[in-house]
C-alpha cells in the first residue's frame, strides 16, 4: 500500500519562507501532487511534479525526487491569507493500471504577525 | 464549468437512518474519486471509478458503505445503516487522469 508523511504543523513569520517535506513509499509511481485547503473549504490543487525537479508556480514551488521518494512544497513571501492545510498526495498506479490518488495527513500551517 | 457539485451541503441524521450523499463531476473527467476526511485520519480514499466502473474499493470501512455511477454525470455514495462514528466531510473529486484532481464542496455529515 501506500504511505506518506508530512509534519502536522508549521509556523511561519509572514513575508517569510517556509518549506513544507513529504516523503513516500508506494509502487507503481506516477508523480506527487500538492494541495492547500482553508478550514472550512475543499482542497485545492496547487501542484503537481512528474518529473525529478523543481515546478515553480508564482510564489509556490514544488520539488521532486523519485530516487529518495521525497517532495516539498516551497510557499515564499508568506501572506496571511496562507494560513491553511496543505497536503502532498500520491499518484500511482492501481489494478489494472488505473490511476490512484492517496493524500498525506496533512501539514497545517499558521502564519503569524 | 460549474465545478463538481455535491449535495447535501449538510446532513444531520440519526444512527441507523440511511443516508445518501450525491455527486456531479465536471463532464469530460473519466475519474471520479470519493474521500472523507476527519480530523484523526485525514482524507481517506474510499473508492474510485474510472469510466463510471468502480475500479478500487479497498478504503470502504465496512459493507454499510456502498458507491455506484450509474451514468458519466452521477455518482452516490451510501451508508446505511449510519453511525455516530461515520460523522465526517465526504469530499467528490473528479479528474481527466492527470495529476489534478477537481474537488467539491464536500458533504458534511453528522450522525447523531
Known amino acids: 500500500g501506500q504511505s506518506l508523511e508530512q509534519p502536522s504543523e508549521v509556523t511561519a513569520v509572514e513575508g517569510a519562507i517556509v518549506q513544507i517535506n513529504c516523503t513516500y513509499q508506494t509502487s507503481g509511481f506516477y508523480g506527487l501532487s500538492w494541495y492547500q485547503q482553508h478550514d472550512g473549504g475543499a482542497p485545492t490543487f496547487l501542484s503537481y511534479n512528474g518529473l525529478d525537479g523543481l515546478e515553480e508556480t508564482g510564489r509556490f514551488s514544488s520539488f521532486l525526487s523519485r530516487s529518495d521518494s521525497y517532495g516539498y512544497l516551497l510557499l515564499q513571501e508568506l501572506q496571511m491569507k496562507d494560513s491553511a492545510s496543505y497536503f502532498c498526495a500520491v499518484r500511482d498506479r492501481s489494478s489494472g493500471g488505473y490511476q490512484k490518488v492517496t493524500f498525506g495527513i496533512g501539514t497545517k500551517l499558521q502564519v503569524i504577525p | 464549468d460549474a465545478g463538481v457539485i455535491q449535495s447535501p451541503r449538510h446532513e444531520v441524521t440519526e444512527m441507523g437512518q440511511e443516508v445518501t450523499l450525491r455527486c456531479k463531476p465536471i463532464s469530460g473527467h473519466d475519474y471520479l474519486f470519493w474521500y472523507r476526511q476527519t480530523m484523526m485520519r485525514g482524507l481517506e480514499l474510499l473508492i474510485y471509478?474510472?469510466?463510471?466502473?468502480?475500479?478500487?474499493d479497498s478504503g470502504m470501512p465496512e459493507d454499510r458503505f456502498s458507491a455506484k455511477m450509474p451514468n458519466a454525470s452521477f455518482s452516490t455514495l451510501k451508508i446505511q445503516p449510519s453511525e455516530p462514528r461515520d460523522s465526517a466531510v465526504y469530499f467528490c473529486a473528479s479528474s481527466p487522469g492527470g495529476g489534478e484532481l477537481f474537488f467539491g464542496e464536500g458533504s458534511r455529515l453528522t450522525v447523531l
Open positions: 471509478f474510472n469510466n463510471n466502473v468502480p475500479i478500487d
